[in-house]
């Protein structure tokens, strides 16, 4: 069975740093796009950007580049979404997703961002 | 960048109707067309793919169609679990882009 498992909730102050985490099982994780999709409060689905573990090819949704950075450790089928500095703006639920027909995703990891 | 656009925003629609929602690509993206059904506080489904598969286990009362720029989502004999919001996603470019969303909600 496909699953993708999520890290959980975060609570962090405006200009802090933070790492999310989606780790994959039940599927060959190097043969497939992994990606995140950002979802802020009452608002539709945004993806960010999409990796291939297997290679580390990376590409990002023009609105998120240099904005945050994504990366997979396939040694341990984990990928990842990391923010250098944090904004207000970036409290919204963040999903994974097999790309790239998104076929499978995680359960979400909620980021609030609060001084 | 392909812009999706969706429509109606959202739709009032009784039990057992047949609903259609429509998704409009800015540019042609041939079948490279996926669509997701979202509840409140839940992950998105995937329900098709290639703008006519349906994944393995959604029901058949989902249906989709289109190639190029125009595609449409279509449910008949909606029920209460039905009603929920739905998206479409272009994948032919990377790393894709979501339409805007249809809410379906009870009449």
């Known amino acids: 069975e496909v699953q993708l498992v999520q890290s959980g909730a975060e609570v962090k102050k405006p200009g802090e740093s933070l790492k999310i985490s989606c780790k994959g099982s039940?599927?060959?994780?190097?043969?497939?796009?992994i990606g995140w999709v950002r979802q802020m409060p009452g608002k539709g689905l945004e993806w960010m950007g999409i990796?291939?573990?297997?290679?580390?090819?990376?590409r990002y949704s023009p609105s998120f580049q240099g904005q945050v950075i994504i990366s997979a450790d396939k040694s341990i089928s984990t990928a990842y979404l990391q923010w250098s500095s944090l904004k207000a703006s970036d409290t919204a639920m963040y999903y994974c997703?097999?790309?790239?027909?998104?076929?499978?995703w995680g359960q979400g990891t909620l980021v609030t961002v609060s001084s | 960048d392909i812009q999706m656009t969706q429509s109606p925003s959202s739709l009032s629609a009784s039990v057992g109707d047949r609903v259609t929602i429509t998704c409009r690509a800015s540019?042609?993206?041939?079948?490279?067309l996926a669509w997701f059904q979202q509840k409140p506080g839940k992950a998105p489904k995937s329900l098709i793919y290639?703008?006519?598969s349906l994944q393995s286990g959604v029901p058949s009362k989902f249906s989709g169609s289109g190639s190029g720029t125009d595609f449409t989502l279509t449910i008949t004999g909606l029920q209460p679990e039905d009603f929920a919001t739905y998206y479409c996603?272009?994948?032919?470019?990377?790393?894709?882009?979501f339409g805007q969303g249809t809410k379906v909600e009870i009449k």
């Open positions: 997703a097999r790309a790239v027909t998104a076929d499978y």
């Open positions: 039940g599927y060959n994780f190097i043969s497939h796009w």
């Open positions: 990796i291939y573990p297997g290679d580390s090819d990376t």
């Open positions: 540019q042609g993206i041939s079948n490279y």
């Open positions: 290639a703008a006519s």
């Open positions: 996603q272009q994948y032919n470019s990377y790393p894709g882009t």
